[in-house]
């Protein structure tokens, strides 16, 4: 072979291997965001969960937490949920809600009695659309990671600048400085936890509410957390609240 053939051929092979490296790459961020989707069906064919929906909002002069406990009855349509608020002196719960499927009834914290408030247009139980859709596609990923932590597994997502920018939409005056959330799979291949985290820039405020030269730095964390799943005492709860 000729010494321009065989740089031709050398040439030619290097294309084809980094091709092969891309194609790669690309299974495996398709293969990890298929996991937490295949993890999101497992969920929605769930029996009945058991969950909460925490909340975190830290600023430089303190934070705010809220808290959600739900039951739900995936087979009828069913739920039961408890908000509660987090401070310095621990947590209170507020409000208490009952769905059966076709409304929605609720009661505060001190009541003893239901009211209920007529047909209502979204009959899901609380954030549940948090274990069970995605927001983004795998082409907003900018990075991956899969570890394993004991008995699950742990997938971690950091976004692309592209997705951040349009999450700053959201948030007037603000810049999206961090982005990323964590899922974590049992061996059922069951969404077990997701953690989302976000780290935000924004003007200072005065307490007239005046727009400052200063910068301060808000975090915003959620959590939700799947601590049972398929058993016959979480349905039996969510019945518990028709008993009123």
Same mark, same amino acid.
């Given at each position: 072979?000729?010494?321009?053939?065989?740089? &031709?051929?050398? *040439?030619?092979?290097?294309?084809?291997?980094?091709?092969?490296?891309?194609?790669?790459?690309?299974?495996?961020?398709?293969?990890?965001?298929?996991? /937490?989707?295949?993890? =999101?069906?497992? *969920?929605?064919?769930?029996?009945?969960?058991?969950?909460?929906?925490?909340?975190?909002?830290?600023?430089?002069?303190?934070?705010?937490?809220?808290?959600?406990?739900?039951?739900?009855?995936?087979?009828?349509?069913?739920?039961?949920?408890?908000?509660?608020?987090?401070?310095?002196?621990?947590?209170?719960?507020?409000?208490?809600?009952?769905? %059966?499927?076709?409304? *929605?009834?609720?009661?505060?914290? $001190?009541?003893?009695?239901?009211?209920?408030?007529?047909?209502?247009? $979204? @009959?899901?139980?609380? %954030?549940?659309?948090? @274990?069970?859709?995605?927001?983004?596609?795998?082409?907003?990923?900018?990075?991956?990671?899969? /570890?394993?932590? #004991?008995?699950?597994?742990? &997938?971690?997502? %950091?976004?692309?600048?592209?997705? =951040?920018?349009? =999450?700053?939409?959201?948030?007037?005056?603000?810049?999206?400085?961090?982005?990323?959330?964590?899922?974590?799979?049992?061996? !059922?291949?069951?969404? !077990?936890?997701?953690?989302?985290?976000?780290?935000?820039?924004?003007?200072?405020?005065?307490?007239?509410?005046?727009?400052?030269? #200063?910068?301060?730095?808000?975090? *915003? $964390?959620?959590?939700?957390?799947?601590?049972?799943? $398929?058993?016959?005492?979480?349905?039996? !709860? /969510?019945?518990?609240?028709?008993?009123?």
């Amino acid at each position: 072979m000729g010494d321009k053939k065989r740089a &031709i051929f050398i *040439i030619i092979l290097f294309i084809l291997l980094l091709q092969a490296a891309a194609l790669s790459g690309t299974a495996r961020e398709s293969d990890s965001f298929g996991q /937490v989707k295949a993890a =999101m069906r497992a *969920i929605r064919r769930a029996d009945n969960l058991q969950y909460t929906y925490e909340s975190t909002i830290s600023y430089q002069n303190g934070n705010e937490t809220s808290r959600v406990e739900v039951c739900s009855d995936q087979l009828t349509g069913s739920w039961r949920a408890e908000y509660f608020k987090v401070d310095a002196d621990g947590a209170w719960m507020f409000l208490q809600q009952y769905c %059966n499927g076709k409304e *929605i009834f609720h009661r505060s914290g $001190n009541e003893d009695f239901w009211t209920g408030n007529g047909q209502e247009e $979204n @009959l899901k139980a609380p %954030n549940l659309s948090e @274990l069970v859709s995605l927001d983004y596609d795998s082409d907003d990923i900018l990075e991956e990671t899969v /570890v394993s932590e #004991g008995d699950l597994k742990k &997938i971690s997502h %950091n976004f692309q600048i592209d997705y =951040m920018m349009d =999450m700053m939409k959201q948030y007037q005056n603000a810049k999206v400085v961090d982005a990323g959330v964590d899922y974590w799979v049992d061996r !059922k291949g069951v969404l !077990k936890k997701k953690r989302f985290s976000l780290a935000l820039m924004q003007p200072e405020k005065t307490e007239r509410n005046d727009i400052t030269d #200063g910068q301060e730095e808000i975090r *915003i $964390n959620i959590e939700v957390e799947v601590t049972d799943y $398929n058993r016959d005492r979480i349905a039996a !709860k /969510v019945s518990e609240a028709t008993e009123f």
